[in-house]
Protein backbone atom coordinates (compact mmCIF):
# COMPACT_ATOMS: atom_id res chain seq x y z
CA UNK A 1 0.00 0.00 0.00
CA UNK A 2 1.43 3.38 -0.98
CA UNK A 3 1.74 6.46 1.40
CA UNK A 4 -1.24 8.21 -0.09
CA UNK A 5 -3.37 5.10 -0.08
CA UNK A 6 -2.72 4.44 3.75
CA UNK A 7 -3.25 8.47 4.30
CA UNK A 8 -6.76 7.55 2.56
CA UNK A 9 -7.51 4.89 4.65
CA UNK A 10 -6.66 6.33 7.63
CA UNK A 11 -8.35 9.68 6.96
CA UNK A 12 -11.54 7.47 6.45
CA UNK A 13 -11.68 5.83 9.37
CA UNK A 14 -10.65 9.47 11.30
CA UNK A 15 -14.03 10.81 9.53
CA UNK A 16 -15.81 7.98 10.36
CA UNK A 17 -14.98 8.29 14.06
CA UNK A 18 -15.80 11.74 14.05
CA UNK A 19 -18.90 11.46 12.48
CA UNK A 20 -19.95 8.83 15.30
CA UNK A 21 -22.20 10.30 18.04
CA UNK A 22 -20.08 11.27 20.81
CA UNK A 23 -21.88 12.18 24.07
CA UNK A 24 -21.88 11.28 27.46
CA UNK A 25 -25.90 9.90 28.16
CA UNK A 26 -25.81 8.47 31.10
CA UNK A 27 -23.06 6.42 33.06
CA UNK A 28 -23.46 3.28 30.85
CA UNK A 29 -21.92 5.38 27.91
CA UNK A 30 -18.98 6.32 29.52
CA UNK A 31 -17.63 3.00 27.95
CA UNK A 32 -18.38 3.54 24.56
CA UNK A 33 -16.93 7.17 25.11
CA UNK A 34 -13.64 5.84 25.93
CA UNK A 35 -13.44 3.37 23.18
CA UNK A 36 -14.31 6.42 20.62
CA UNK A 37 -12.23 8.30 22.41
CA UNK A 38 -9.17 6.13 22.16
CA UNK A 39 -10.08 5.35 18.37
CA UNK A 40 -10.10 8.70 17.32
CA UNK A 41 -6.32 9.04 19.00
CA UNK A 42 -5.17 6.07 17.79
CA UNK A 43 -5.97 7.36 14.48
CA UNK A 44 -4.35 11.18 14.99
CA UNK A 45 -1.61 9.34 15.51
CA UNK A 46 -1.46 7.07 12.74
CA UNK A 47 -2.12 10.24 10.29
CA UNK A 48 0.81 11.88 12.15
CA UNK A 49 3.13 8.88 11.10
CA UNK A 50 1.68 9.14 7.93
CA UNK A 51 2.09 12.68 7.39
CA UNK A 52 6.03 11.98 8.89
CA UNK A 53 6.64 9.41 6.42
CA UNK A 54 5.45 11.35 3.37
CA UNK A 55 7.67 14.21 4.33
CA UNK A 56 10.42 12.10 4.77
CA UNK A 57 10.19 11.41 0.65
CA UNK A 58 10.79 14.66 -0.94
CA UNK A 59 10.12 15.36 -4.28
CA UNK A 60 14.18 15.12 -6.25
CA UNK A 61 14.63 16.98 -9.10
CA UNK A 62 18.19 16.39 -10.81
CA UNK A 63 19.39 18.49 -13.41
CA UNK A 64 22.99 18.22 -15.01
CA UNK A 65 24.41 20.76 -16.81
CA UNK A 66 27.39 20.78 -19.04
CA UNK A 67 29.63 23.45 -18.72
CA UNK A 68 28.01 25.05 -15.84
CA UNK A 69 29.87 27.20 -13.43
CA UNK A 70 30.01 27.37 -9.96
CA UNK A 71 29.34 31.42 -9.98
CA UNK A 72 27.02 30.80 -12.44
CA UNK A 73 23.79 30.52 -10.14
CA UNK A 74 22.15 33.04 -8.14
CA UNK A 75 21.46 31.25 -5.35
CA UNK A 76 25.95 30.74 -5.33
CA UNK A 77 26.79 34.16 -6.90
CA UNK A 78 24.74 37.31 -5.65
CA UNK A 79 27.30 38.77 -8.63
CA UNK A 80 26.02 36.46 -11.41
CA UNK A 81 25.60 38.25 -14.74
CA UNK A 82 22.77 35.43 -15.34
CA UNK A 83 19.26 35.60 -13.82
CA UNK A 84 18.96 32.29 -12.55
CA UNK A 85 15.32 33.38 -10.72
CA UNK A 86 13.75 29.50 -11.16
CA UNK A 87 17.13 27.76 -10.07
CA UNK A 88 17.96 30.36 -6.70
CA UNK A 89 13.63 29.38 -6.05
CA UNK A 90 14.40 25.65 -6.13
CA UNK A 91 17.93 25.96 -4.09
CA UNK A 92 15.83 28.15 -1.21
CA UNK A 93 12.78 25.47 -1.46
CA UNK A 94 15.80 22.72 -1.25
CA UNK A 95 19.08 21.85 -0.28
CA UNK A 96 22.29 23.40 -1.33
CA UNK A 97 25.30 22.00 -1.73
CA UNK A 98 28.86 24.18 -1.29
CA UNK A 99 31.33 20.96 -1.98
CA UNK A 100 30.92 18.78 -4.71
CA UNK A 101 33.09 16.46 -7.28
CA UNK A 102 32.53 15.30 -10.71
CA UNK A 103 33.46 11.88 -11.61
CA UNK A 104 34.63 12.53 -15.08
CA UNK A 105 35.32 15.67 -17.35
CA UNK A 106 33.47 14.18 -20.13
CA UNK A 107 29.48 13.00 -20.55
CA UNK A 108 28.56 9.51 -20.74
CA UNK A 109 30.83 8.23 -17.50
CA UNK A 110 29.74 11.70 -15.98
CA UNK A 111 25.99 9.86 -16.70
CA UNK A 112 27.16 6.38 -15.45
CA UNK A 113 28.53 7.44 -12.57
CA UNK A 114 25.78 9.29 -11.75
CA UNK A 115 23.20 6.57 -12.39
CA UNK A 116 24.78 3.93 -11.07
CA UNK A 117 26.89 5.08 -8.10
CA UNK A 118 30.05 3.34 -9.33
CA UNK A 119 33.78 4.48 -10.67
CA UNK A 120 33.24 5.38 -14.25
CA UNK A 121 36.02 3.65 -15.11
CA UNK A 122 34.41 0.11 -13.77
CA UNK A 123 31.86 0.69 -17.18
CA UNK A 124 33.10 -1.00 -20.15
CA UNK A 125 34.41 2.27 -21.52
CA UNK A 126 37.77 2.91 -20.06
CA UNK A 127 38.29 5.99 -21.83
CA UNK A 128 36.55 8.79 -23.62
CA UNK A 129 32.28 8.94 -24.54
CA UNK A 130 29.94 6.76 -26.40
CA UNK A 131 30.26 6.94 -30.53
CA UNK A 132 27.46 6.85 -32.74
CA UNK A 133 24.78 4.20 -32.53
CA UNK A 134 27.03 2.76 -29.23
CA UNK A 135 25.42 0.00 -27.06
CA UNK A 136 24.51 0.22 -23.34
CA UNK A 137 26.96 0.34 -20.95
CA UNK A 138 24.57 -0.18 -17.97
CA UNK A 139 24.31 -3.74 -17.65
CA UNK A 140 20.84 -5.08 -16.76
CA UNK A 141 21.22 -6.45 -13.51
CA UNK A 142 23.35 -2.99 -12.35
CA UNK A 143 21.04 -1.10 -9.69
CA UNK A 144 20.64 2.38 -10.68
CA UNK A 145 19.34 5.47 -8.34
CA UNK A 146 16.00 5.59 -10.45
CA UNK A 147 15.35 1.59 -10.33
CA UNK A 148 16.04 2.24 -6.22
CA UNK A 149 13.72 4.93 -5.97
CA UNK A 150 11.14 2.78 -7.86
CA UNK A 151 11.66 0.37 -5.09
CA UNK A 152 10.74 3.10 -2.47
CA UNK A 153 7.33 4.07 -3.84
CA UNK A 154 9.16 6.64 -6.47
CA UNK A 155 7.51 7.54 -9.91
CA UNK A 156 10.90 8.25 -12.34
CA UNK A 157 11.22 10.38 -15.37
CA UNK A 158 14.27 11.73 -17.26
CA UNK A 159 14.04 14.38 -19.93
CA UNK A 160 16.93 15.30 -22.25
CA UNK A 161 19.92 13.75 -23.24
CA UNK A 162 20.68 10.15 -22.94
CA UNK A 163 23.86 9.17 -24.45
CA UNK A 164 24.43 5.57 -22.28
CA UNK A 165 23.82 3.64 -25.04
CA UNK A 166 21.00 1.80 -26.55
CA UNK A 167 20.24 -1.36 -28.59
CA UNK A 168 18.89 -0.97 -32.05
CA UNK A 169 17.08 -3.45 -33.98
CA UNK A 170 18.36 -3.49 -37.85
CA UNK A 171 17.25 -4.54 -40.67
CA UNK A 172 20.52 -6.69 -41.86
CA UNK A 173 21.23 -8.35 -38.50
CA UNK A 174 24.50 -6.51 -38.11
CA UNK A 175 25.15 -3.58 -35.55
CA UNK A 176 23.63 -0.56 -35.64
CA UNK A 177 25.84 1.51 -38.27
CA UNK A 178 25.78 4.52 -40.89
CA UNK A 179 25.20 3.42 -44.26
CA UNK A 180 26.56 4.60 -47.56
CA UNK A 181 23.82 6.47 -48.28
CA UNK A 182 24.51 8.42 -45.01
CA UNK A 183 21.20 6.22 -43.80
CA UNK A 184 21.56 3.65 -41.05
CA UNK A 185 20.28 0.10 -41.05
CA UNK A 186 18.19 0.51 -37.91
CA UNK A 187 14.84 -0.65 -38.29
CA UNK A 188 12.86 2.54 -37.01
CA UNK A 189 9.22 0.76 -36.56
CA UNK A 190 10.75 -1.49 -33.64
CA UNK A 191 10.98 -0.51 -30.16
CA UNK A 192 14.40 0.36 -28.56
CA UNK A 193 15.78 -1.77 -26.53
CA UNK A 194 17.67 -0.86 -23.07
CA UNK A 195 17.36 2.66 -22.99
CA UNK A 196 16.34 4.69 -19.58
CA UNK A 197 13.05 3.19 -19.35
CA UNK A 198 14.72 0.05 -19.01
CA UNK A 199 16.92 1.15 -16.78
CA UNK A 200 15.03 2.59 -13.72
CA UNK A 201 12.79 5.73 -15.75
CA UNK A 202 9.10 4.78 -15.64
CA UNK A 203 9.06 7.80 -18.74
CA UNK A 204 11.78 9.07 -21.00
CA UNK A 205 10.97 12.27 -23.21
CA UNK A 206 14.76 13.18 -25.27
CA UNK A 207 17.36 12.33 -27.54
CA UNK A 208 20.26 10.00 -27.45
CA UNK A 209 23.11 12.97 -28.41
CA UNK A 210 22.02 16.14 -30.51
CA UNK A 211 24.87 15.87 -32.48
CA UNK A 212 24.66 11.52 -33.21
CA UNK A 213 22.38 10.11 -35.25
CA UNK A 214 19.23 9.23 -35.72
CA UNK A 215 19.02 13.09 -34.94
CA UNK A 216 15.40 12.91 -33.90
CA UNK A 217 13.22 12.85 -30.27
CA UNK A 218 12.86 9.64 -28.34
CA UNK A 219 9.33 9.01 -26.25
CA UNK A 220 9.97 6.17 -23.68
CA UNK A 221 11.46 3.20 -26.17
CA UNK A 222 10.08 4.57 -29.78
CA UNK A 223 11.34 7.80 -32.08
CA UNK A 224 8.86 10.66 -32.86
CA UNK A 225 8.45 9.13 -36.04
CA UNK A 226 10.72 7.76 -38.13
CA UNK A 227 13.79 9.25 -39.44
CA UNK A 228 14.26 9.55 -43.51
CA UNK A 229 16.66 12.73 -44.19
CA UNK A 230 20.29 11.84 -44.16
CA UNK A 231 22.33 13.84 -42.42
CA UNK A 232 24.68 16.08 -44.14
CA UNK A 233 27.35 16.34 -41.48
CA UNK A 234 30.43 14.44 -41.35
CA UNK A 235 30.32 10.19 -41.62
CA UNK A 236 29.13 9.17 -37.89
CA UNK A 237 26.85 12.15 -36.44
CA UNK A 238 29.46 14.62 -35.61
Not at 18 to 25: G, I, K
Not at 167 to 189: C, H, I, K, W
Not at 209 to 231: A, K, Q, W
Request: glycine share 8%; net charge neutral.
Amino acid sequence: MTVRQEFETDRQGAENVLSAPFFLSAPTSLLSAARKLHALLLTCLALSSISVRAAEKPNIVYILADDLGYGDLGCYNAQSKIPTPHLDRLAAQGMRFTDAHAPSSVCTPTRYALLTGRYAWRSPLKRGVLGPWGVPIISADRLTVPSLLRQHGYATAMIGKWHLGLNYTTQDGLPAAPGEDRMSNVDFTKPIADGPTARGFDYYFGVNVPNYPPFCFIENDRTLGIPSVPMDAQAGGF
